[in-house]
């Protein structure tokens, strides 16, 4: 335990949070880095004299160039200080002047009481939880046209064929929209009040038979791509309409992912106890992208991100072979169709199933090949207390708080 923080025990002062970052992995994007057919900037394996215009784990589903129509956010990792990791900024050329956050995502839960002799907690009403309260991520069209495909969003956006896609107004970025579920966090506005007894208020027994008390907190959140929410709604609205002027789609082609738009979300789960043990656990993930984890913010090189582990050892660049932007679709095949099938899926195989809640829970254990391959959390981590190890507050607690469970 450092200085600062048993100064802070000492006081009566317990705190902990737990952050998720979600990253669309990859590098330049391809945008301006390129000259002709040759990288000019030669990362991520792209040698001198050969091209590799995808850039990013931004995948082309079937074919359809999502690639080409989003960017991503240049990195393949993030710092392992939760500060330095939000501070970090990403530039495009194509919005030229303009900074955008390194991430695609956050999902945070911080817990704060006072506890007079690290064991009880002196009053629960007192107790603060907060949330993450930041705006959305920017969601940005892509510039380039001229690797492959032409870029059919920002011909949408900047050549609309008719009113009907009047909704986008010429923006070429928008905020994601984000969904979350924290049903047991704050009731009424008025502060942190527990749900019941035996779902927020919590405790532990230590090894010398005492009993140590704690607070356990869940958020779900999910974000969606504005841009593809929208066309969703217009494909619903009008299918015949939407299929003759979407750009280079016909019936047959309208890409899943416009169909029923997929969900990036991490599931997380934060107890603190008045030792000042704290145990964090993302009980589950989007199988796309990738996903960190950060306790009292920070996270250990290792072991705290999910590691593609639903597409594991699949390279992030894919060279263009013979001009065809069908390049990846092994990568496609691990990663990136899951994360689109498993929103599809009307068994509550995911969080924003449109049988939420039961159907999700029901389903907690099910295993779906090639769409849940769930193994329970995909990340945790915790930090021993005065009384009670990480280990002892993990096995305690070895099954999900659901954020929704005990309401009515």
Known sequence: MSAPESAERERGTVSGSATTLTLIPGDGEGSS?????????????????????????????????????FLGDQRSDLPTDLDEAL????????????EFRAYRMKNRLAVSFRSSDGRTIDDWESVDVALDEEEPSYVCVEGETEHGEGNAMR?????????????????????????????????????????????????????????????????IVGGQDSYIRKLNELFYRDPVRFQREFPDSGPEDVPSFVQTPPTMYTFLDLIVTADGAVAARVWDSSPYPQHFLYVNGKREPDGMDNGFVRGDGLDLTRTVEDGNWVRNQNMNLERFVPWVNQSTLATGHEPF??????????????????????????????EDGDALSAETVLESFDSPLFPWSGTT
């Open 353 to 382: 199933s449109p049988h939420l809640p039961g159907a999700y829970e029901e389903n907690w254990d099910a295993d779906t090949p090639g769409i849940t391959p769930q193994s329970h959390p995909t990340i945790a981590h915790a």
């Open 155 to 219: 011909t949408l956006i900047e050549r609309p064929p008719s009113d009907f896609w009047s909704w986008f107004d010429g923006r070429e970025k928008a905020r994601a929209h984000v969904i979350r579920y924290d049903g047991d966090v704050v009731e009424d506005g008025d502060g942190y009040a527990p749900r019941s007894e035996d779902l927020n208020r919590v405790s532990v027994e230590s090894p010398d038979g005492e009993r140590v008390e704690g607070v356990r907190v869940s958020a």
């Open 87 to 98: 501070a970090v900024t990403k530039t495009f050329p194509e919005y030229p002047g303009e």
């Open 33 to 69: 880095e390129w000259s002709g057919d040759a990288c000019t900037d030669h990362r991520d394996g792209c040698p001198e004299g050969e091209t590799d215009d995808l850039d990013s784990a931004m995948p082309d589903y079937w074919g359809m160039g999502l690639d080409a129509w």
